[in-house]
């Protein structure tokens, strides 16, 4: 295909790509009351007096919107996948529809173990520990703004949903001859201090969030070792039976 079809094809799977986000933004938006109750759950079980505020005139429609955005790349990401796919998938030669559906399913899977592992062991944690940060000396009173508590949590649970895509990474590395199982082990410690980098980038300045992050890291790391021996053992099957 000439170099401007290409352009034009990546032009329209772009505009698809945003009419899948704004669509499940707008469905979000709709439940947006029900999902601040489920964001805002974790903070009934501190053991403070804590008080959430908005101090802008503009602040609810604000944290809406960010849910809404949140949730329509959530609720878009099949489609996200999809056609990311299907715009690379021209330099494979192993296109079938299987493979793609396969591909989008685990993915998705792994984005929303990462969205649960963040709601239900992660957020919770970090609230607790840095909620109980107080003063012997000083009275402190935890007031948190609506708009900074959901920057926070919509930020660590999207951190976490790309945290668990890296076997998603390894399959689709191991497809086209770039990881081997070898490659993965040798390299292990290496991937160790990147993921401490990566855990510094993704997540709020806080060790304890960046901990929190590497420590599934190294366990998804040792399963994309796993997931590559799998799919590599039968590429070569494949190759000695033609």
């Known amino acids: 295909m000439p170099f401007w079809d290409h352009l034009e094809e990546l032009r329209w799977r772009i505009i698809k790509v945003f009419a899948a986000v704004i669509v499940g933004g707008i469905i979000t938006y709709y439940f947006s009351d029900f999902l601040l109750k489920l964001l805002v759950a974790p903070t009934k079980d501190l053991g403070i007096d804590l008080n959430l505020q908005v101090l802008k005139v503009t602040s609810m429609f604000i944290v809406k919107l960010s849910v809404s955005i949140m949730g329509g790349i959530i609720f878009g990401l099949p489609i996200i996948i999809y056609q990311s796919w299907r715009f690379i998938s021209p330099a494979f030669e192993d296109t079938s529809e299987l493979s793609i ?3 989008i399913l685990f ?5 929303l173990i990462g969205l649960m592992f963040g709601y239900f062991i992660i957020v919770p944690f970090s609230l607790n520990f840095f909620t109980s940060l107080t003063s012997s000396t000083v009275s402190v009173n935890y007031n948190f703004t609506l708009d900074g508590y959901l920057t926070y949590v919509l930020w660590l649970l999207f951190a976490c949903g790309l945290v668990f895509q890296l076997p998603v990474v390894a399959l689709f590395f191991t497809r086209i001859g770039l990881l081997t199982p070898p490659f993965l082990r040798h390299y292990r410690k290496f991937a160790f201090i990147s993921f401490l980098v990566l855990g510094a980038l993704l997540t709020p300045p806080d060790p304890l969030s960046q ?6 890291l190294l366990v998804l790391y040792e399963f994309s070792i796993f997931i590559s021996w799998v799919f590599r053992k039968k590429y070569d099957q494949e190759v000695n039976k033609t």
């Open 211 to 216: 901990v929190l992050i590497v420590i599934p």
């Open 101 to 103: 559906l396969f591909t």
């Open 107 to 111: 993915a998705t899977i792994f984005f």
